[in-house]
């Protein structure tokens, strides 16, 4: 499912569901965390760059029957989102197209994060009758400003690449040609600096905030659950099935 490459101290994981627009199931986020842990105590990786193969970095949850009904996970998205808040070498993010969800929310648990031209973010949290995840009602204010966050997680709304560098939402904006080997090649530029001094100035920029960030994914998670299989929930699931616009006039 994923796709793992080494150059030059930069290990490249790249999400490998092209066929459902690299959507998070069970399995994805036991085989991602196993990847991040290897990673954050392996030599051979210095610095980590998440990607997506296909035209999407990711469509967020799997809301398959399969997904659903799959067995349940060693890590989840529970261990996975806390293994990257505790990730301690730079994490970066190469968004190569679209991001929903999950996919959008991760920017905020980035140390760095680019976007191709063509990438466009979207929070549809609001029209499936949930709140955001990822900590994101956290990162999100602190990158974007309260009221852009605010709009952006409630009003399920695109944002394209040059929306969110303009937002502070990622850094940077490249190409689609060549698009993740212009990331590896900023994040070598950080590999090839002393591990230690990394690691360190990262741990200094995260880390007063970074037990809090939990508290708070924790709190999201809850209020998801809360939320989940209430009439908002259930109208937006049966309208996602259907394939038709939601009806929330009495909701």
Known sequence: MLIVTDKDGVRTIALNRPEVLNAWDNQQYDEVTEALLAAGYEDAC????????GRAFSAGADLSQSARTAVPPKHGIR?????????????????NGLGVGLGATLAGLADLAYMAESAQLRAPF????????AGSTVTFPALMGRQRAMWFL??????NATECKAAGLVLDVYADDGFLDTVQAQAAKLAALPSESLAEAKRLITGPGREHLKVVI???????RKLQGRP????????????RKPDFSTL
């Open 46 to 53: 210095r610095v980590l760059v998440l990607t997506g193969t």
């Open 79 to 95: 261990g996975f989102l806390r293994t990257v808040v505790d990730f301690p070498k730079p994490f970066v993010l190469a968004i």
């Open 126 to 133: 609001s029209e499936l009758g949930l709140v955001a995840e």
């Open 154 to 159: 409630m009003s399920s709304e695109w944002m």
């Open 218 to 224: 924790e709190t999201e998670n809850a209020t998801i």
């Open 232 to 243: 908002a929930n259930r109208e937006a699931v049966a309208a996602f099935r259907e394939k």
